[in-house]
């Protein structure tokens, strides 16, 4: 680069650098609003964030940017190819920010700040109608939202594109047509056969100090590097960062249940060491992101139940459970608590699903979502369409709306979009997972705790990449082949199989 | 006001909030780097403080601010008083910090990173030479910034006036003059008479669980709204807050000493009861701040020494101690605990010293530090200077600058004009209280533990008040008398008259 050219790059870092750390301090204001921000402190809260997404959206939105990025776009010939897809990624993102006025945010902000207030209502009083027409306005706004952003084929698509870039309708129809039927065939077959065993964990007290040293333990087996991160308790679990080296997660803990907080932080976990996991020169810049929601939750899915709910994992985790509760764990097998975690339950709502059903609950909100936003479902009929589809899937109707159609918080966000990455992370993982079990020893490993070859693997086929590549190429380059639910649907009927016939 | 006129307030307000909002996330990054962040996170918290505060300094200077400002300068008869103190505050504000330009700023941020380091290496190495010539820069910058702010007198004042305003250096020598020769008196008559005591909670050890729970009950028995606030654990105990509704206080627990941490919350939740104190009306705006370090530091010196550490407070404290340490505490009697907080200590170190010589070490780094920005005393000087006051004060010199003039970090900060605060601290929590003992009865109401009578008058006569008063007039119209060190010496000599002569 030539000393001039030089100067300017420079001057565009800063830019960059000024937004990704705006965006790191908005992550630390959240995470202490969950974590440790005293009740009543919500409020100023609430105006501190409002204010610095202000900024931010300035910062993101500016004309010296812009035409930093302009100029580059003029002189892509003379930066490397990292300097390149830099540029590519920022102006990406720049031009899809700039497709937004400001008033739409600000009124996108409102709507769903009283949205919030009316699902709350509507959820307790089990009254969906008390949500309808700020959901309307949702919804209409979404739509607008896609018309301002542009796209081909459904609507769907522009919305989709923020969560899982690449993706649409097409692709997912005909990945969740599969899963769906399979999935659905297989959840009935297993819950045949399992719903009238009986669990030796039920009934059982498990000391939450104990649970919580064990999750630091298990974090620390598959590499979370407790120097550049943390774990706390929340309410609802999440992983947020305010950078390659201030990775941050949550976990529950729940006395009545010893493998809640345990998987919630494996799950976490795995979104940590991706986070963590970036490309060292990388740190503070553009390309230390996942370049899609769906394949950051491969990562917390494959730590979670692939790695996590698998039999050498079982093995693994006995002698450590047993160190913490020997009296309770006395008699308990690896086989036992194979089943333990996995046991297969019929479940109304979407974050207590096992990983049999899971997908069916975000395949049922993605058709629904997606009705929605082309037009061809009302919003009064939401929970009619919602209890049949259930029905559909699972064989029976949910009793209320609570426990159906109001049981997410989502929707009153405006996260239309949001949900098919859940159900891609499992594919995703299933497909590296398959790939990881062909080139390492994955039992053998697992079941002596020797989780550094696989977080090396993922290292270099999926933290490293950053934002060079989407996700769909990232699962595809690293597994050889084209992403498929098929790997996933047979990791699961395997598990099951042996799960119902021993 | 005319509704163009209200338009432009609540332009103007807006404006106000953000820099308000700006600086209260701040306090957060900092907060959380004392106290959560994982130590590898410390190089990209310094680049998201820098993005930040250079962003909350455009805010603070900008022209569409001071457009307002002049505008509102121009409209004071259709303001009420609230109002025009405000205008007036932001504009005292507004103008300081136009003063100062960008590359000031910059070069200074430069240096005292850099001295910071020099200081570190010259403590460890106790060898001042190596922080010389950087804080020869820091001096000189602190002399450029007093030109560039003027003033009246010694340029001292100038410095000062950031941290105490309406303070000089005539007022200072004055107060300190009689503090220095009294105190220093006092201190050693009683140091002749304790050296030799021997104390019966040397030598233990004290469960910091335990201890915990202690500062938490003594908290919450002051009036510490921890709903509105927490405290956690740091190595230099601070009080924060990000709005009057949360504030936060940090202690530090040491298993050898059972009330350095308690004293350090009750310090800390002085200042606490100030930040959540303020006017309910004044929330979120300019008013709900202190006008300055030292009225604030009188609240924390209130409640850790005139309450914490009378007689009174050991009758109320000794039961809890019994009830968390009912081995340790036995035979002990609130005399024998009076005894034991009050217990006077030759100490080279500022921080660890006692009530009785505490001031001593302000007022010889004020000493050093005037001098300094006068340009009457060399930077090379400075050792030789500070051990040869130290003598003056307390008979003996330091054995090297590590426990001399190298001791605190402040200096490598830049933080000149900051140290008399301390002791202006201890002079109006001495004014305050002896008004708060002829108003109620403080001896009953802190024995039983009735803390709310006093803290309801301190909010009336300080906390409300905000920034509508220079901290002498709050004192001055509390007590209806002029500021002076009398009381506060008068509270001194009356409690260690009765320690030596029992």
Redesign the interface.
């Known amino acids: 680069m030539d000393p001039k050219l030089a100067e300017r790059w420079d001057s565009f870092q800063s830019k960059i ?2 937004v990704l ?2 965006r ?2 908005l992550s ?2 959240r995470w ?1 609003e969950e974590v ?6 919500a ?3 609430a ?2 964030l409002r ?2 997404s202000e ?1 931010l959206h300035q910062y993101e939105t500016s004309e010296e940017l812009g035409n930093d990025l302009a100029f580059f776009a003029d002189h892509m010939d003379q930066l490397n190819p990292d300097e390149q897809i830099l540029v590519n990624e920022v102006v990406y993102d720049y031009q899809r920010a700039k497709k937004i006025p400001a008033s739409w945010v600000g009124k996108f902000a409102e709507t769903c700040s009283r949205a919030y207030h009316s699902w709350v209502q509507a959820r307790q009083g089990l009254n969906f109608k008390m949500f309808q027409s700020e959901l309307e306005e949702i919804i209409s706004l979404c739509r607008e939202k896609a018309d301002l952003l542009g796209y081909e084929g459904s609507p769907y698509n522009a919305l989709l594109e923020d969560y899982e870039r690449g993706m649409d309708v097409t692709q997912l129809d005909s990945l969740f047509a599969v899963l769906e039927s399979r999935q659905s065939e297989l959840f009935k077959s297993v819950l045949d056969v399992q719903h009238d065993e009986v669990s030796v964990f039920d009934g059982k007290t498990w000391d939450t100090n104990k649970q919580w040293s064990i999750t630091l333990r298990v974090l620390e087996s598959i590499g979370f ?6 774990q ?1 308790c929340s309410v609802h679990p999440f992983t947020t960062n ?2 390659t ?2 990775v941050r997660i949550t976990t529950r803990l729940n006395p009545q249940h010893l493998f809640s907080g345990l998987f919630s932080s494996l799950h976490e976990g795995g979104h940590a060491l991706y986070e963590q996991g970036f490309n060292e020169s990388d740190k ?1 810049t553009w390309l230390a992101q996942a370049p899609s929601l769906g394949i950051h939750e491969s990562q917390s899915r494959l730590w979670e139940n692939c790695i996590g709910r698998s039999y050498a994992f079982c093995k693994f985790l006995l002698p450590l459970l047993q160190e913490y509760f020997p009296e309770e764990m006395k008699d308990v097998t690896p086989e036992v608590l194979y089943r333990e975690v996995n046991r297969v339950k019929l479940n109304f709502i979407r974050v207590e699903a096992d990983e049999c059903s899971y997908n069916l609950h975000i395949i049922l909100r993605y058709r629904i979502e997606k009705d929605l936003i082309e037009g061809q479902l009302h919003v009064s009929d939401i929970p009619d369409r919602w209890n049949e589809l259930f029905e559909q899937m699972f064989g029976v109707r949910p009793p209320n709306d609570a426990l159906g159609c109001l049981q997410d918080i989502h929707w009153s966000h405006g996260s239309f979009g949001y949900f098919p990455t859940y159900a891609l992370g499992n594919i995703y993982a299933g497909q590296l997972f398959e790939r990881l079990q062909s080139e390492l020893d994955i039992d053998d490993l697992v079941s002596r705790g020797e989780f550094t070859p696989i977080r090396l693997w993922l290292k270099q086929h999926v933290f490293n990449v950053g934002k060079r590549k989407l996700a769909k190429e990232i699962v595809e380059s690293a597994t050889q082949k084209p992403v498929s639910a098929e790997p996933f649907l047979h990791y699961l009927q395997t598990k099951y199989k042996m799960l119902t016939h021993s």
Do not use: C, N, W
Request: charge should be negative; glycine fraction near 6%; aromatic fraction near 6%.
């Open positions: 650098r000024r750390h705006l790191a301090i630390l204001l202490d440790y921000m005293p009740v009543k402190g409020q100023a809260r105006l501190q204010t610095l900024i590097d407790f120097e550049a991160g943390r706390d305010m950078s080296d201030d503070d």
